[in-house]
């Protein structure tokens, strides 16, 4: 075979592999403008907006009354897209990008379920759920990504959700502490028994005591209830 001919064919094969690696490269860094759009899209998104979709998964549409529950539970926030400073996994954009395709619509009423410190919340100095606005009180669940729905974050929001379990918890509190007192703290009185009066003052002080280091706590560090903060874009 000619050594000049095939060289022209060498020279015509990598020429070949060189164009169709630019076309790759051409493809993923649009793949990668397309997401970072759809980024932008989800953290300017306004508080007002509504995309009106057909054909959705039926068990992935909540009630707002749902979402402020769940809220209230883990102590999270429920914001347009435009609060939201978190990072926006691959994952969720492309969810977004599926659910585009499947309804054939530009979204753009994201909303998002989160803990606070996810948020550009008034006078402010992880899972979150990605919605899609579809009525005036009923939202398509697009994503969720993170673990902050988890058993110890419920545990731990008890005490907040409201006035009620508050109180509960300062009561419980009180009571185990008085519980566990040895009767020798309590009282001089050697054969003492360990139920008795002296136990009864000791709950009621442990509870004056929780009581009032709960309330001066609760007004200094400007607290508040989860079902008064589940969407309020103040921090206090």
């Known amino acids: 075979m000619d050594i000049r001919a ?17 076309t790759v490269k051409g493809w993923l860094e649009e793949e990668r403008s397309q997401d970072e759009i759809i980024r932008a899209v989800v953290r300017t998104a306004p508080p007002d907006r509504i995309d009106r979709l057909v054909g959705l998964d039926a068990g992935s549409i909540y009630h707002q009354g749902s979402i402020r529950s769940l809220a209230i539970k883990y102590r999270l926030r429920f914001l347009p897209g435009a609060a ?17 395709r499947s ?32 009525a005036e009180d009923k939202y398509y669940l697009v994503h969720r990504w993170g673990g902050d729905l988890s058993w110890h974050r419920a545990v731990w929001a008890w005490p907040l959700r409201s006035p009620l379990e508050g109180i509960l918890t300062m009561v419980l509190l009180a009571t185990v ?50 079902r008064d903060a589940w969407s309020s874009r103040t921090f206090n």
């Open 84 to 100: 939201f400073k978190g990072h926006i996994p691959t994952q969720a954009v492309a969810a977004v990008r599926r659910l585009e």
């Open 177 to 226: 502490v008085a519980l566990m007192v040895p009767t020798s703290w309590i009282t001089s009185d050697g054969p003492a028994n360990w139920w008795g009066g002296h136990r009864l003052l000791i709950w009621f002080w442990m509870l004056m005591v929780t009581a009032g280091f709960t309330v001066y706590g609760w007004f200094a560090f400007f607290g508040r209830f989860s």
């Open 6 to 22: 095939e060289g022209e064919r060498l020279e015509r094969i990598l020429l070949g592999q060189e164009l169709f690696v630019s």
């Open 103 to 134: 309804t054939g619509k530009n979204l753009s009423a994201f909303h998002l379920l989160a803990p606070a410190r996810r948020f550009r919340l008034v006078d402010c100095e992880a899972d979150p759920l990605l919605f899609i606005r579809i």
